[in-house]
């Protein structure tokens, strides 16, 4: 079965840029959409956007212009950068694999990201 | 944007209960509303697909049901694992918004 892997830095400065990656092991890339979903502290979850394993993007328009997320199939992996973080992009961040009409059916355990000086 | 509206936002409830949680969509959902469950400090998991299709591994204690813009989830007798908070999404708009949560707690 599928498992998901996010790896990156648990601390990010203001105005920084935030890289993350997920790691898939167990099934292939295709022919999923690969989410990034976050969550504030005590919050509802909020979709940043998605990548096909082909290379096609789409993303959350509130966070438009400063989140770019890409695809590696030779490793298996999938990218979110996320820039200008203030302290509202403080939260857990999860990857997550997508179909567009049934959900995200397999997550990561999520990683929380604080952004702080 | 679609919106996704949950109700109640939690629910204090007794094992055994019944309970029943609403999403209502701003504009039409068609019928790809997906339910998930979220345990403290766990991710979120798919419990329900198009509505109503149990996934594998899901007790059969819960149900969604629905179309248009009003949609249920519901558990027929709770048990001490399902306090949890549960989420509602349109997977088929863009963005894939998620409604506020809903709150399972013990009574």
């Known amino acids: 079965q599928v498992q998901l892997q996010e790896s990156g830095p648990g601390l990010v400065k203001p105005s920084e840029t935030l890289s993350l990656t997920c790691t898939v092991s167990g099934g292939s890339l295709s022919p999923y959409y690969w989410s990034w979903i976050r969550q504030p502290p005590g919050k509802g979850l909020e979709w940043i956007g998605y990548?096909?394993?082909?290379?096609?993007?789409k993303y959350n328009a509130s966070l438009e212009g400063r989140v770019t997320i890409s695809i590696d199939t030779s490793d298996n992996q999938f990218s979110l950068k996320l820039t200008s973080m203030t302290a509202a992009d403080t939260a857990v961040y999860y990857c997550?694999?997508?179909?567009?009409?049934?959900?995200?059916?397999?997550w990561g355990q999520g990683t929380l990201v604080t952004v702080s000086s | 944007d679609i919106q996704m509206t949950q109700s109640p936002s939690s629910v204090s409830a007794s094992v055994g209960d019944r309970v029943t949680i609403t999403c209502r969509a701003s504009?039409?959902?068609?019928?790809?509303v997906a339910w998930y469950q979220q345990n403290p400090g766990k991710a979120p998991k798919l419990l329900i697909s198009g509505a109503s299709t149990l996934q594998s591994g899901v007790p059969s204690r819960f149900s969604g049901s629905g179309s248009g813009t009003d949609f249920t989830l519901t558990i027929s007798s709770l048990q001490p694992e399902d306090f949890a908070t549960y989420y509602c999404?349109?997977?088929?708009?863009?963005?894939?918004?998620f409604g506020g949560g809903t709150k399972v707690e013990i009574k």
């Open positions: 997550a694999r997508t179909s567009t009409l049934r959900g995200s059916d397999s």
């Open positions: 999404q349109d997977a088929n708009s863009f963005p894939p918004t």
């Open positions: 990548i096909y394993y082909s290379g096609d993007t």
């Open positions: 504009q039409g959902a068609s019928s790809w």
